[in-house]
């Protein structure tokens, strides 16, 4: 199994631009994840989605953030336009469901994408 | 609302010491499910263990062992033995069931570092 993975690992952009995070979920997974690591706020949810669609989005900080998942494999957290606040570890995380609950499930995170805005 | 308490933010052991992580959390539901994730340098978030709010049975794993008390809402980590690759920051997690089922409540972690 290959595991979560983001891409990219490191981006460094200028603020103003858009920046573009794209995860791939562990292949049977139906539940999706985003999280932001940062060292003021630690781990926070941004966004989960459930078979693609959008469950929760109560984390995202504004409307500068904006996330899709158009199909099972392939999820992308956009932010446009960029400030340097949005610097920022973004992780990407998946599960499935047991016995048609997730609450006891573990979630299997990406190695993240370190998010440097200057 | 739910709340995780890690208040220690570094221990520093020497090698072959055991060291021990509190968690202690905040919660009106009586069903949960509690977890500690480890983040090693690399930075990846490493699952651990869960443990739900029935289960009080205390659990040991090789060198990691987890007490779990609902009477103190404590779920305490304890590495024996500890080792340098244990160095890392180690998370403790709250999931509840009626809230945003997919919303895992984080503390603040604990950062690990072990000296030879």
């Known amino acids: 199994d290959a595991g979560v993975i983001q891409s990219p690992r490191h981006e460094v952009t200028e603020m103003g631009q858009e920046v573009t995070l794209r995860c791939k979920p562990i292949?049977?997974?139906?539940?999706l994840f985003w999280y932001r690591q940062t060292m003021m706020r630690g781990l926070e949810l941004l966004i989960y989605f459930n078979n693609n669609v959008p469950i929760d989005d109560s984390g995202m900080p504004e409307d500068r953030f904006s996330a899709k998942m158009p199909n099972a494999s392939f999820s992308t957290l956009k932010i446009q336009p960029s400030e340097p606040r949005d610097s920022a570890v973004y992780f990407c995380a998946s599960t499935r469901d047991r016995d048609n609950s997730i609450i006891g499930t573990e979630a299997f995170f990406g190695q993240g994408t370190r998010l440097t805005v200057v | 609302a739910q709340k995780v308490t890690q208040a220690q933010t570094e221990i520093s052991v020497v090698e072959k010491e055991d060291v021990t992580l509190d968690c202690v959390y905040e919660?009106?539901?009586?069903?949960?499910?509690l977890f500690w994730y480890k983040q090693p340098p690399s930075g990846e978030l490493v699952f651990l263990i869960r443990?739900?709010?029935?289960?009080?049975q205390n659990e040991i794993s090789g060198r990691y062992s987890w007490n779990f008390q609902k009477s103190t809402s404590s779920f305490n980590f304890t590495i024996t033995a500890s080792q340098v690759v244990d160095s890392a920051v180690y998370f403790c997690?709250?999931?509840?069931?009626?809230?945003?089922?997919?919303?895992?409540?984080f503390g603040a972690g604990t950062q690990v570092v072990v000296t030879p």
């Open positions: 292949s049977g997974h139906d539940y």
């Open positions: 443990r739900n709010s029935f289960d009080e």
């Open positions: 997690a709250l999931r509840i069931l009626t809230d945003s089922w997919g919303k895992l409540q």
């Open positions: 919660t009106r539901d009586t069903t949960y499910y």
